[in-house]
């Protein structure tokens, strides 16, 4: 374990924007290692709250490619972006897909973009518990834009609700007849819908068919007062990137007259420490459960129900 002066050292590294740093220090935070959580507290006070982007949408559909360009964009306005890619690949491969790490390196050297990849660890759902903590380092390093990649499979591209502030969901022409059949979770958890690959042929097809559905599901929707824009956006040629920054920048401008921008980031906080407290909970009271607790069981003297609250209670003997 680093001793105290280290983690100081590190986490003031860290504040002065050192890439290196900021690097080990979402080891440290995401590996959730001895001494992570005195770092986590320290860069946690002093800094304060980053617009956050999130992309979702299937696999496929460009969310890597356009997250380089919305990258370029915002580094052409001067803004510092950090970009954490929530990775599928197991423990044991550990490392981010080769497309994402030739895309790192096309701002390798910019000392304003850090991109890294978190695996998902084989839970369910493509946010990792720390990805929080990873974020509030991003933060504390002076990032001015951080950007959220999903995976694009199942829970995670409602989960990223809970982490992003702005959500962007990601579609190709392609998909043109799958759009309608969109489930009303994606059409909700939407702020601004992105037909990429518009170099390909159905293009207006497909933002007229979203654009329908999105019409449809308007009434429901608890944002009433932003309607998710449509947008066509080639991550290939740069089509629509600039009209999407924009974009971007009204729906946060939004969040911020509205008052929703508050709201999201209690949302967030919210969901940042029932995680931890799942993890902490659960790993502190598996420890009290012992072999004479398993005994008692299987001999039927108590029951999963009681030793369960005499453990939460901090009781239970052993
Ligand atoms: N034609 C075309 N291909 C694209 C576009 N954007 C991405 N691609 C390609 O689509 C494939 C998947 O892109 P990627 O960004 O990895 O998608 P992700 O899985 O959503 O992150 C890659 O081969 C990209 O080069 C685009 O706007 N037009
Ligand atoms: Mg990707």
Redesign the pocket.
Same mark, same amino acid.
């Given at each position: 374990m680093p001793d105290r002066t280290d983690l100081r050292r590190l986490a003031r590294r860290v504040r002065e924007g050192d890439l290196p740093a900021v690097a080990r220090a979402i080891s440290f935070v995401v590996d959730d290692r001895p001494g992570s959580e005195d770092l986590a507290k320290e860069l946690y006070l002093g800094s304060s709250a980053v617009h956050k982007v999130g992309l979702a +949408?299937p696999?496929?559909?460009?969310?890597?490619?356009l997250t380089g360009r919305l990258i370029s964009y915002w580094r052409g306005l001067g803004l510092k972006v950090g970009v954490l890619a929530v990775d599928p690949s197991s423990p044991v491969s550990g490392g981010a897909f080769l497309?994402d790490r030739l895309r790192i390196q096309d701002h390798s050297g910019d000392p304003g973009v850090f991109i890294r990849s978190l695996a998902t660890r084989g839970r369910v759902g493509g946010l990792t518990p720390t990805i929080f903590g990873a974020i509030h380092v991003l933060e504390a390093a002076g990032f001015q834009k951080i950007i959220i990649e999903t995976v +694009?499979v199942g829970q995670d591209e409602v989960e990223i609700a809970h982490a992003a502030d702005t959500v962007l969901y990601?579609v190709t022409p392609g998909l043109g007849d799958e759009i309608q059949a969109l489930k009303a979770g994606i059409m909700e958890i939407g702020d601004i819908f992105v037909v990429?690959?518009?170099?390909?042929q159905g293009k207006d097809k497909a933002v007229a068919d979203l654009r329908r559905a999105l019409a449809i599901g308007a009434e429901a929707s608890p944002d009433g007062d932003w309607s998710a824009p449509v947008l066509a956006?080639?991550?290939?040629t740069g089509e629509g990137i600039e009209a999407l920054g924009e974009a971007i920048e009204r729906h946060k401008a939004h969040l911020d007259s509205s008052g929703q921008r508050g709201r999201r980031l209690k949302d967030q906080l919210r969901a940042e420490v029932s995680l931890y407290l799942a993890r902490r909970i659960s790993r502190s009271v598996e420890e009290r459960l012992t072999e004479s607790h398993l005994a008692a069981l299987v001999d039927r003297k108590t029951d999963p129900v009681t030793l369960g609250h005499e453990l939460l209670a901090g009781r239970g003997g052993a």
């Open positions: +949408g696999p496929g559909s460009g969310k890597s490619t497309g +694009g990601v990429n690959k518009a170099d390909l956006t080639s991550a290939l």
